[in-house]
């Protein structure tokens, strides 16, 4: 299944360049690209992708979701989403940022992946996981819209837009992609605590406490962001920091005791 995992890898690069090309083509003006290179070069990629997640997931003593695997379940679910918002609306350039990630994590996969313990879940298990996954990949596509309304502003106070930036929706069509992605993150997060409160036997035991305390961290965080645009109006830099600390968080809740305890300490 490596051949798969390499295959992937390459589909993805090659749909990084055609959306970069794209951009800079729909940047100059001169003519209207086609969009169908690069989300047919992204769907094969997706499918490829599938394929070897699959083999490395499913073992025969049950799920393997050890560091490397949960990383790169995380940014197949970023890239699918992603995929699936671009056919609808114009969020391709995001694909710029998000694609090369995924080529990381499907890297390291591929090349430092080592057997995990398997695990048997049952149904509520398997929904909190399912909704943790989730939310992590929406707010992620969040954060990433951040750095580049934050790119995108300090262009335009200096007077410059090179590029492909150029091509970029508008700051207000931008923060309300922004808004509605964190909106809607919020939400599946939500989810995601209560059926980890409702199923999991405790989840402030030792080895759990990191991680919940840190997603209910940033939790109040995006709901803060949230209550602070709709009473205050809050966009820009505001936005960026308070989306950008929220993910931060998230990021150290759901991969930052996995990879000291597994990577690390050697503990699973």
Known sequence: MTSIGLFSLVLFAAAAILIWRYM????????????TP????WAAGLIALLIYLSDRLFIAQGLDLGFYNSLLIAAFVVCLLLFLTSTVKPMEYLGLIVLPLTIVCLGLNIFLLRPGTPLTLNAGIQTHI????????ILCLAAVQAILLLL??????????????????SLYENEVILFQSI????????I???????YLDDIFAQHLVHKTTLSVLAWIIFVVLLWGRIQFGWRGPTAVRWTLGGFSFLILAYFGSKFVLELILYRV
């Open 38 to 41: 690069f989300l047919a070069t």
């Open 130 to 137: 399912i909704s943790s996954i989730i939310a992590f990949s």
């Open 24 to 35: 800079l083509v729909k940047s100059s003006g001169q003519q209207t690209a086609s969009r």
């Open 183 to 190: 909106g809607l993150g919020v939400l599946v997060l939500s």
């Open 152 to 169: 995108q502003e300090r262009k335009i106070k200096q007077h410059t837009s090179p590029g492909i930036l150029r091509a970029l929706p």
């Open 192 to 198: 995601a605590l209560a059926s980890g409160f409702i």
